[in-house]
Structures are given as C-alpha cells and as structure tokens.
C-alpha cells in the first residue's frame, strides 16, 4: 500500500547548521507531495509541496525536490535557527480516495 | 478571513463518556476531513464529509465513532463510550473543492481520557 517513511528523530543541531530530514514514499500514481510543520501545542502549518516530479517546493528557506526516481522528498535548509524547533511531517495525497498520508514525524531540537 | 476553527482545544473526558469535538471549516468551505494524531506518531485520516454527505469513513473505527457536518454548523466528531486508548489529538482540515492544494489545518483538539 502507499506509505511514507522518515527518518527518525530526535534531531538535534546547532544553530546555522546545515538540516537534511530524509524523506521516501511508495505510491501507486503520482502523488503530491508535503511537508509540514508542526509546533509544539499547534496545529499543522503547510511548509512546502511539489505536485510533480523534478519539482522543487521552498518556503522560510527551506526547500525539497520531488524525486521519482529514488521516491523521495527530502527536505534541506541551509542554516536553521532556534525558532526552527519543532515536528516537521512528510505527506503525499493523490493516490486514489480523499485521504492525506503522513510519516510519522521528526522531531526538530535547535541549539543557540 | 478566519481558518479553520476547532473546540474545545483541549477535552477531559472518564472512561464511557461521550466525547464531541467541533469544526468550523474556513468561510465557504463545504469539504472537511478528520485526522487522528497518537502521541509521538504521524496523523492517520479518518473521514471526509461534504455538507450532509459522508464520503469516505474509510480510517473511521467501527464502533463508538461517528461524523456529521450538517447543512448549518459545524462538522461534529463524536465518540462514544470513550475509553483511554481514544486520547489523542484530533485535527479538522477543510478545503473549497476535493483538491488537496486547498486543505488547511486547524489547531486541533486534545483529547484526554481518564
């Protein structure tokens, strides 16, 4: 069945260092593909999407490009801040029916 | 233009009570969809209504769950019976058309069952 799987957390940085969340999905179709973030006690704010492959979504410095060869969606940002701590969600839709499906999470601790 | 709005944010509940959890879509959204988040994991779909229809209860459990989203109101989530493996985070997503582009979240409602 269609699935998406990330790296497990926590993850924990430095401030300004590099971030790479690794992100792969196995869907029949051509799924959307989302990433979501999540701060503590809220709700899900959409981060970023691309809705085809070789697309690229960013946002807030963030960014991630869909890949079809290797299906994944791996979400990158250069020099992350304090402010970046949280759970950040990959999601793809599209597969057939109504339904969003999410990883499981990873958990996101900045350092100053 | 306010988002999607839930309530109560946070619920306590004792085992067999009845929970009910409330979403208003954004203005002019007739699309909802009900999410389920267990702690420390990703959030599972559970229904998606239309006004008055439901269309897909595929990730709703058999029993004690029911969703409806009258003509007027909001959508209502309702478990009944709850028992403590129901506590949970219970997320509200709406959208203009079935398109996914268009879905927003709201803040959620936690769930606590004694």
């Known amino acids: 069945g269609n699935s998406v799987t990330q790296m497990e957390g926590p993850v924990t940085l430095s401030e300004e260092a590099f971030l790479t969340i690794n992100c792969t999905y196995t869907?029949?179709?051509?799924?959307?593909l989302f990433w979501y973030v999540q701060y503590p006690g809220e709700g899900l704010q959409l981060l970023l999407k691309a809705t085809k492959a070789d697309d690229k979504g960013s946002n807030k410095g963030f960014e991630a490009t869909y890949r079809k060869e290797t299906t994944s969606f791996h979400l990158e940002k250069g020099s992350v801040q304090v402010s970046d701590s949280a759970v950040y969600f990959c999601a793809l839709w599209g597969t057939g029916g109504f339904k969003t499906i999410f990883g499981a999470g990873t958990r996101l601790f900045v350092k100053a | 233009n306010a988002g999607v709005m839930q309530n109560p944010r946070h619920l306590v509940r004792r085992r067999g009570q009845e929970a009910r959890l409330r979403c208003s879509p954004m203005?002019?959204?007739?699309?909802v969809y009900w999410y389920r988040q267990l702690p420390e994991e990703g959030l599972k779909f559970m229904v998606y209504l239309q006004k008055e229809n439901i269309i897909d209860e595929s990730g709703m459990p058999k029993e004690r769950f029911s969703a409806e989203f009258p003509k007027e109101g909001p959508s209502i989530l309702r478990i009944q019976q709850v028992v403590r493996g129901d506590s949970a985070a219970y997320f509200c997503?709406?959208?203009?058309?079935?398109?996914?582009?268009?879905?927003?979240f709201g803040p959620g409602t936690r769930l606590t069952v004694l």
């Open positions: 997503a709406s959208s203009l058309r079935e398109s996914y582009n268009e879905q927003f």
């Open positions: 869907a029949t179709g051509y799924p959307s």
């Open positions: 203005k002019g959204h007739s699309h």
